[in-house]
T-cell receptor, first 117, second 113 residues
Framework: NAGVTQTPKFRILKIGQSMTLQCTQD?????MYWYRQDPGMGLKLIYY???????DKGEVPNGYNVSRSTTEDFPLRLELAAPSQTSVYFC????????????????FGAGSRLTVL | QKEVEQNSGPLSVPEGAIASLNCTYS??????FFWYRQYSGKSPELIMF????GDKEDGRFTAQLNKASQYVSLLIRDSQPSDSATYLC?????????????FGAGTQVVVTP
């Protein structure tokens, strides 16, 4: 049981390049999330998904795209990388029963550190 | 703009003492409150969550919730050097049927031997 697996752990991009951060979970969780964390800051929600085929924007979605074709995978796509996207990215997942949002306990991946130069 | 606010610290605590961390939130109708611990360079991990006013204890940790005053706190008893980390407060907004969490910026705790 690996939990939430993110790849790559580290990546350096040049301005304008694109890349995909991969996230896979093996806990059969229905909810998945992408957060970014800048130094000294809390976690900001980029995108989330409540099930395969369903995604929605979070607080800071600009410059990113997601898809959720399976329960397990939730990749985050960065298009035209900018220095402002330099951050640590965390994927997380949770299991929420029948629309109830009360016990939404997140399990996080180890994080992906992205630098855009 | 819904906000979750924490004192950034660092909060310096002698080993064996009680560390007291506070978190205030602006959404009066918030219903679920979480404390996560994050070691430097690592991902957040859940310590505990609380829904009801009052205290909830789990080992050396106690969460305290006061909805009328819109704050939630975390007490760490018998603090150990291994408790040195950043503690993130998270809140589920009232209007969010999907239960998304809003995080504070975290309080850094340093336990000194």
């Amino acid at each position: 049981n690996a939990g939430v697996t993110q790849t790559p752990k580290f990546r350096i991009l040049k301005i304008g390049q694109s890349m995909t951060l991969q996230c896979t979970q093996d806990m059969n969780h229905n909810y998945m999330y992408w957060y970014r964390q800048d130094p000294g800051m809390g976690l900001k929600l980029i995108y989330y998904s409540v099930g395969a085929g369903i995604t929605d924007k979070g607080e800071v979605p600009n410059g990113y795209n997601v898809s959720r074709s399976t329960t397990e995978d939730f990749p985050l796509r960065l298009e035209l990388a900018a220095p402002s996207q330099t951050s640590v990215y965390f994927c997380a997942s949770s299991f929420v029963r029948g629309g109830s949002s009360g016990a939404n306990v997140l399990t996080f991946g180890a994080g992906s550190r992205l630098t855009v130069l | 703009q819904k906000e979750v606010e924490q004192n950034s610290g660092p909060l310096s605590v002698p080993e064996g003492a009680i560390a007291s961390l506070n978190c205030t939130y602006s959404d009066r109708g918030s219903q679920s409150f979480f404390w996560y611990r994050q070691y430097s360079g690592k991902s957040p991990e859940l310590i505990m969550f609380i829904y009801s006013n009052g205290d909830k204890e789990d080992g050396r940790f106690t969460a305290q919730l006061n909805k009328a005053s819109q704050y939630v706190s975390l007490l760490i008893r018998d603090s150990q050097p291994s408790d040195s980390a950043t503690y993130l407060c998270a809140v589920t907004a009232t209007t969010d049927s999907w239960g998304k969490l809003q995080f504070g910026a975290g309080t850094q705790v340093v336990v000194t031997p």
